[in-house]
């Protein structure tokens, strides 16, 4: 008998596998009910006039946040209220309707604004970053360019620390210095910034008393400065130098923001790559910009920038000129050679026409991905319509005694 009863229930190494499924069970009970008390969204809870939540025997005064939270950020723009300190959709929709007026009198452009943890009274830290949204394409926005999906990420945190008050770097590894009106407008020429949006007394004295910045309209308590000189596309004025033996990811990143915050020459752009007439240096040569080669002057002009595409006319052939883009592998340049890596994460090319273009097309990677991602929703539409047939396995026989 006893033999009889080992056979059926598997003997005692089946009887652990219960009882540490057993006790699983109950962790994951366990962790459950204590996340869903908060929540108060137990099937049969209670709730006392007090605020206590009880659900069986369990009872708590806790309440979680995330109720609150998903509340905030689907209920929409429109339904925020300000408060003493400013926000709400009626500040919000007057920043909108500003930065719309400024990009049909003055030019569509790239918009940089301060950054303030408070920005969340409009509704999320990353409500400025809708521009491009409320107007149309219009005001493209440089948090919605460059946030945690590009090489040029880094960089687009060190301006807002040089650009803000209260800045909120994301990005660690980086020894970023402090408020620099100055310097922060010369990264901004560098990115091809038309507009920059300040909203502290410091941020804003500062701007008014800088030379490069023109304050054209107000939206309290935003005041809009147009950056003079910024554009897209320009000569380099030195030659680059390819640095070699870089890798990517960080040790490029670390070696761009070299001169890109003023402890080496800068005059020079730090190339990843060129034609052989650039100079090359090693990686541990800093001092890139000693003895660059100036280039000739050249005019860009008629820039049309699209969706995936840029274009622009040059009154000069062989002179490199600068495109501030984020360099990607995809883009491919007609009418000139390259394009060329250059730090701190943008592209040059050196045109061989008078109209050139860049245009961002599908590698061969990108391709292949696509097709994969077709035949896996075909598998599985076929596999949605074939109904699967289960086998039952095979018991074993359990020996009388």
């Known amino acids: 008998l006893i ?20 006790a699983s069970g109950l962790i994951v009970a366990a962790v459950l009910i204590s996340v869903a008390m908060p929540l108060r969204s137990l099937p049969f809870g209670s709730l006392d006039d007090d605020g206590t939540y009880h659900w069986g025997p369990f009872s ?17 723009y429109e339904a925020k209220i300000g408060d003493e300190t400013g926000g709400g959709w009626d500040e919000y929709r007057g920043i909108i309707e500003t930065m719309t007026a400024v990009g049909a009198e003055r030019g569509c452009g790239r918009a940089m604004w301060e950054a303030d943890n408070d920005l969340d009274r409009y509704g999320s830290p990353m409500a400025l970053a809708l521009l491009p949204y409320w107007t149309n394409g219009c005001i493209a926005s440089m948090e919605g360019l460059y946030f945690e999906s590009s090489a040029t990420t880094p960089f687009h945190f060190v301006n807002q620390v040089e650009l803000s008050e209260s800045p909120a770097p994301a990005l660690r590894g980086i020894e970023y210095g402090g408020f620099d009106i100055s310097s922060g407008l010369d990264h901004l020429r560098l990115f091809g910034v038309d507009y920059y949006l300040a909203q502290s007394p410091t941020a804003v004295t500062a701007a008014r008393a800088e030379p490069g910045l023109v304050e054209v309209e107000t939206a309290e308590p935003w005041v809009v400065f ?37 402890v080496t020459d800068h005059r020079a752009l730090i190339a990843a790559d060129g034609p052989d007439e650039w100079t090359r240096v090693g990686k541990d040569a800093v001092e890139v910009g000693v003895g660059a080669i100036a280039t000739e002057s050249v005019v860009v002009s008629d820039i049309d920038m699209g969706t995936d595409s840029l274009s622009f006319d040059v009154d000069r052939l062989g002179v490199p000129v600068l495109v501030k883009v984020s360099w990607f592998p995809s883009w491919q340049a007609r009418g000139a050679d390259g394009p060329y890596r250059v730090a701190p994460n943008l592209m040059v090319v050196i045109p061989t026409s008078e109209r050139v273009e860049l245009r961002f097309v599908d590698r061969p990677i990108d391709i292949a991905a696509r097709i994969t991602t077709a035949v896996g929703l075909a598998a599985l539409v076929l596999l949605r319509r074939r109904p699967i047939e289960l086998t039952p396995l095979d018991r074993p026989t359990c020996l009388e005694s």
């Open 3 to 22: 033999g009889s009863e080992a056979a059926v229930l598997g003997g005692p190494r089946q009887g652990s596998q219960l009882a540490m499924i057993g």
């Open 60 to 76: 708590t005064t806790d309440h979680s946040f995330v109720a609150t939270w998903a509340a905030w950020n689907n209920e929409g």
């Open 226 to 262: 147009e950056v003079d000189g910024s554009t897209l596309v320009e000569g380099v004025g030195y030659q680059p130098v390819v640095v070699e033996g870089v890798g990517d990811g960080e040790e490029w990143r670390d070696l761009a923001l070299l001169p890109y915050l003023g």
